[in-house]
């Protein structure tokens, strides 16, 4: 089956402690996506890529990083930096083509104590 | 900054059409309009996206002003299943930014 996998679905970690979500597709997408979302707020853009190597901040980049050394792959690392790091994590590829459609994964809910 | 503004909810009675209305006065000659919808804690899913015509497919239809600054999703017949969080995006290249969405609810 072709999509995104994030993992894990659910990730506890302690104040202080760096932590890294998980994104993988295997849809042959050049660009990829990292948003943030918070109880019943809409998306926010952390970073996105548009190709191996090479990405951009989005609105709230700042306490995160990401690196992209794979076109399947986006991990975003959630550092001790980010003051609330509590929060809905969805990652998302677009096709290269018309429509240029973006598909998401299941998302990462990760609490942080 | 999301350079789209949606009223944060709306409702609309079950059967009847839903018209989802967005602003993006600012919006560039290359920019695309799209919607997407989020149902719960899932990913947004694509509905829909135009650049100057009304477009029309199985979910929905997007009419676009003739200035380009604003934008209504249309769903003819709106369904309980169709309660759910409604994002229009404008789309330059990669960059795709959501803003707070409007949220429809349907009622019986």
């Known amino acids: 089956d072709g999509g995104i996998t994030q993992s894990p679905k659910y990730l506890f970690r302690k104040e202080g402690q760096n932590v890294t979500l998980s994104c993988e597709q295997n849809?042959?997408?050049?660009?990829m996506y990292w948003y943030r979302q918070d109880p019943g707020q809409g998306l926010r853009l952390i970073y996105y890529?548009?190709?191996?190597?090479?990405?951009q901040k989005g609105d709230i980049a700042e306490g995160y990083s990401v690196s992209r050394e794979k076109k399947e792959s986006f991990p975003l690392t959630v550092t001790s930096a980010q003051k609330n790091p509590t929060a809905f994590y969805l990652c998302?590829?677009?096709?290269?083509?018309?429509?240029?459609?973006?598909?998401f994964g299941p998302g990462t809910r990760l609490t942080v104590t | 900054d999301a350079k789209t503004t949606q009223p944060p909810s709306m409702d609309c009675a079950e059967g009847r059409a839903a018209n989802l209305p967005c602003n993006h006065s600012?919006?560039?000659?290359?920019?695309?309009v799209y919607w997407y919808r989020q149902i719960h804690s899932q990913g947004p899913q694509y509905i829909i996206h135009g650049l100057k015509n009304n477009e029309t497919n199985e979910m929905a239809s997007l009419i676009i002003t003739e200035d380009r600054k604003s934008s209504t999703l249309i769903l003819p017949h709106a369904t309980l299943r169709d309660t759910a969080v409604y994002y229009c995006?404008?789309?330059?290249?990669?960059?795709?930014?959501f803003g707070a969405g409007t949220r429809l609810t349907v009622k019986p």
């Open positions: 995006i404008v789309r330059v290249w990669s960059d795709m930014r």
């Open positions: 890529s548009q190709i191996v190597n090479d990405f």
């Open positions: 849809l042959n997408h050049d660009a």
């Open positions: 600012t919006i560039s000659g290359n920019e695309y």
């Open positions: 998302a590829s677009l096709t290269g083509t018309d429509p240029y459609e973006q598909y």
